[in-house]
């Protein structure tokens, strides 16, 4: 072991300002934030709505482009890379889980698993699919169409899928959203065992303080600004934080 270890970043932004049109109706959706995420880790973003959450997530992944500032997944900085280049990086070194389940509905839960894969035209890992569909619980619903799976497990396959290429880091927006409590523990349950057992990277955008307790570590949003990060979170110490921002009311 060495003394001074520095922390491995898996993706981050530095002084991301984020500002939506322009003039009278400009948005400041990120006002200078520097974030890293890091690898290995669960990390939720939280804050009320409106806060700048999707945004920095949506910036930070490559989704969108900051208005200044950079963001970087690993040591690419995002802003340096051509449309060709970018639509690359997203497609092998990062994988998306939405709020809205996304699949496929004409393929198969395999299928769907290893779509992106085979539009990457890579073979990928065998085994690791194999692996992914047992800790995901699907075995039994490979051959199975999305129309007829619960949306709970509709959600472990988009889990899988954003899993399959073996990203450097999978952005979750919300994905508990469309979900009862007990079916939206088992994806939260699901993303934790992926960061935990198979040394995955998760950065997840919830508004809710159960979801954020399933993260090693909690960043908070407020109107654009990081106002604060949480270690080991629980539920309870979430949302006391939450009651703390002023003049926000109920996190929403
Ligand atoms: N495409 C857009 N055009 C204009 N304003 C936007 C757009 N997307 C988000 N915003 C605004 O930016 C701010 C932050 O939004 P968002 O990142 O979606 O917040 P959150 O995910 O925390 O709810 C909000 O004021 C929102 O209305
Ligand atoms: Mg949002």
């Known amino acids: 072991m060495t003394t001074a270890t520095t922390t491995r970043h898996a993706a981050g932004v530095t002084d991301a300002v984020k500002v939506y049109g322009s003039g009278d109706t400009a948005v400041r959706a990120l006002d200078g934030v520097s974030v890293g995420f890091p690898a290995g880790r669960f990390t939720a973003i939280m804050g009320p709505s409106g806060s700048g959450k999707s945004t920095l997530m949506h910036c930070a992944a490559g989704l969108d482009t900051l208005t200044s500032g950079a963001a970087y997944i690993g040591d690419t900085e995002l802003g340096t890379l051509d449309d060709r280049r970018l639509t690359l990086l997203r497609r092998d070194r990062i994988g998306f889980v939405f709020q809205a389940f996304n699949l496929v509905p004409t393929l198969t839960v395999a299928e769907n698993i290893s779509l992106p894969m085979d539009l990457a035209g890579s073979k990928g890992s065998r085994d690791w699919i194999d692996a992914l569909v047992d800790v995901v619980g699907l075995r039994d619903r490979l051959h199975h169409r999305p129309s007829e799976l619960s949306g709970g497990q509709q959600q472990r396959v988009a889990v899988a899928r954003a899993f399959a290429g073996r990203p450097d880091v999978v952005f979750a927006d919300e994905p508990t959203g469309n979900l009862d409590s007990r079916?939206?523990?088992?994806?939260?349950?699901?993303?934790?065992?992926?960061?935990?057992?198979?040394?995955?990277?998760?950065?997840?955008?919830?508004?809710?303080?159960?979801?954020?307790?399933?993260?090693?570590?909690?960043?908070?949003?407020?109107?654009?600004?990081?106002?604060?990060?949480?270690?080991?979170?629980?539920?309870?110490?979430?949302?006391?934080?939450m009651k703390a921002f002023d003049g926000k009311g109920a996190p929403s």
């Open 183 to 241: 079916s939206g523990g088992e994806v939260l349950n699901l993303l934790g065992r992926a960061v935990r057992q198979m040394d995955r990277t998760v950065v997840m955008v919830t508004h809710d303080p159960v979801a954020a307790a399933h993260a090693d570590e909690v960043v908070f949003l407020a109107d654009g600004r990081l106002v604060d990060r949480m270690q080991s979170p629980t539920a309870d110490k979430v949302l006391d934080r």
